[in-house]
């Protein structure tokens, strides 16, 4: 890119996952169909919903039950950035393209939504030309309009009213920042944005800049869904956002309840991928998860609305007496500890191996949850389901090797070379609403203590993330020489996940998510060369490259590729994770057996 692109942070899309690992999440079994037509409600059998459809029905009807121990961070499309919200978003919101309905990689495969084709891309790959579907409606029965799509994107400049949701867009339709958002816009209509045309109602047109070989995976994100100008009611708008998809919001109380009903203005001939089985969706919000937990366990609920995977005295319970109810998916996120160049001595590359030697990767695992709940040995930073990534194959300092155990001759070779031979001393950030976290330290502070450097472990506030070790004065202040964290992608690619974390645009005074502070020239210019390659066998080279980037500069110490342990009820039809909303059910295709 010729314009370095304006930096924002992603509140972490790892926000699902950031619920926390140790939080309950749990729905009652799958149901297995031997026939695949009528969803008769059985037990599918272990991981019988891993990537694949468990209990298929095409049968309509009833009422689908969340439990949830976190609601979300906005409702409203533009806003959201949870990865659960996202999945959940589509039963009321469409996007111009989405990922399919099919189980694992086939989810991230995108399709026309709102859009009646593919779009038609100019030859330079910087103009993308949409035409709408006949027959899309709000709610109200009123036809959505490709003016409708436009503003629901402007809607992404009014940060100042809008926070939290991401802003791709932004940064790749305005690099300099000259649109103002709509609630500024001098325009009579509102959609003064000129790098979007709407020549017709069913006509809209994109101009980008500079090309971006990711720019439909950002436009299948939520924050690209339409919003109708008469019923934007601004910061309000998550409380009862007006519905493109087939349902809509029949009541919502913030922290308690939600609950949809079908929208009958929406039509089937008109989506092709939304089968909208439930007559009725509820979600009821727990403050306490063991309670949860037991009412997930006894089937009052369906399944786990945030999908972080059964705590540990859920999980114990559900693989001894209902293991036929439990998928084992990989999450899509990586937990991982990261070293702050701004912190000494880990401005010494020597003195960050060290660390990632002495510690002891089989105990990391263990405090995670182990192989099942917890995950594989992490070995480096590209989660697997992002094209390019080589899984536990490229494993450059040997974590996975020797089952896991510390390489302390390595380590101490490496305290040598960074010239502290006999250790020293740091910190540990823990968010305190963690406790996984917490264990995870601990294993780090027994291992590295015996190659003598002494770690103590401080536990922040964990709802001032952003401002805490998001600021990299705060984080050289405490001296939080290793951080404990996690991310997953927005969308399966390096771009989509590892450019918040180390391309040096992203390096921000709060909010930051490069926390490694890596200023990289060549990794800067790769995410550069990235963003405009066309050619997905190129994309995936170059991805490649950027994790060896990465990895070599020993900035992080993965802990676990994350898995997770998920409960499904029995009543569940067409129950399947996909790898668009990081091994999650795909909300929008479940029914339930009435």
């Known amino acids: 890119m010729t314009t370095r692109r304006n930096a ?25 169909d031997k026939d695949g037509k009528d969803g008769k409600g059985a037990a599918a059998g272990f991981d019988a ?20 121990v976190q609601d979300a961070d906005s409702w409203d499309t533009t806003r959201g950035y949870y990865g659960f919200v996202w ?61 409708d799509v436009k503003y629901g994107i402007e809607r992404q400049w009014a940060q100042d009213v809008l926070s939290g949701g991401p802003v791709y867009l932004r940064d790749i339709l305005d690099p300099k920042g000259e649109y103002k958002g709509p609630y500024k816009d001098t325009s009579k209509d509102k959609l003064g944005l000129k790098a979007i045309e709407t020549p017709d109602a069913k006509t809209i047109v994109f101009k980008l800049p500079e090309a971006n070989s990711d720019f439909e995976n950002i436009l299948a994100l939520a924050s690209s869904s339409p919003v109708r100008q008469d019923k934007d009611t601004k910061s309000k708008y998550g409380l009862k956002p007006f519905s493109s998809g087939p349902y809509k919001f029949e009541s919502y109380s913030p922290n ?14 008109s989506d092709p991928v939304r089968k909208a089985l439930p007559d009725k969706i509820t979600v009821d919000l727990f403050s306490n998860a063991d309670d949860m937990d ?7 609920y369906d399944l786990d609305l945030n999908q972080t995977g059964l705590s540990p005295q859920g999980r114990t319970k559900a693989l001894k007496e209902h293991k036929g109810n439990v998928d084992n998916p990989v999450s899509g996120y990586i937990r991982y500890a990261v070293f702050p160049q701004n912190v000494a001595p880990f401005d010494n590359i020597e003195c960050r191996k060290a660390v990632i030697y002495g510690a002891d990767h089989k105990s990391l695992q263990t405090a995670r949850g182990g192989p099942l709940a917890g995950g594989d040995i992490g070995t480096n930073m590209l989660p697997p389901a992002v094209p390019g990534s080589e899984g536990q194959k490229y494993d450059p300092f040997g974590l996975a090797t020797n089952d896991g155990a510390a390489d302390t001759t390595k380590a101490k070779a490496a305290l040598k070379a960074c010239g502290k031979p006999d250790g020293f001393s740091t910190t540990i950030a823990v968010r305190n609403n963690k406790p996984v976290e917490v264990a995870t330290a601990e294993s780090m502070q ?16 964990g709802s001032q993330t952003s401002g805490i070790i998001g600021n990299p004065t705060v984080v050289k202040k405490k001296n939080y020489g290793i951080i404990i964290m996690g991310w997953g992608p927005d969308f399966p690619s390096v771009q989509g996940y590892g450019a918040p974390l180390w391309d040096s645009s992203y390096i921000l005074d709060s909010g930051n998510n490069n926390f490694a502070m890596i200023k990289d020239k060549a990794i800067d210019a790769n995410f550069d060369k990235f963003s405009t390659e066309l050619d997905p066998e190129k994309k995936k080279a170059i991805a490649t490259e950027i994790n060896h980037q990465v990895m070599e500069g020993a900035y992080y110490l993965p802990f676990v590729f994350e898995k997770m342990v998920n409960w499904r009820s029995s009543r569940l039809t067409n129950v399947y994770t996909t790898d668009a909303y990081s091994g999650m059910y795909d909300f929008t295709s479940l029914g339930v057996v009435k």
């Open 87 to 147: 999945d959940f978003m589509r039963y009321y919101s469409r996007q111009l393209v989405t990922g399919k309905t099919e189980p694992g990689s086939g989810g991230t495969v995108l399709t026309p939504d709102l859009a009646a084709e593919p779009a038609k891309i100019s030859d330079d790959g910087k103009t993308y030309t949409y035409t709408l579907r006949d027959g899309v409606t709000w709610e109200d029965g009123k036809a959505i309009t490709s003016q």
């Open 446 to 461: 027994a291992s590295l203590a015996k190659i003598g450097i002494k770690v103590d472990i401080d536990q922040y506030d």
């Open 49 to 68: 919903a891993n990537n694949k459809v468990a209990n298929a029905s095409a049968k309509k009807g009833g009422t689908l039950k969340f439990a949830g």
């Open 294 to 300: 037991n009412k997930l366990l006894a089937g009052a």
């Open 256 to 269: 308690k309840s939600l609950v949809l009903v079908r929208n009958e203005n929406w039509k089937q001939d």
């Open 8 to 32: 924002r942070r992603k509140q972490a899309v790892a926000a699902a996952a950031v619920v926390a690992a140790l939080l309950s999440t749990a729905a009652c079994g799958g149901g297995d």
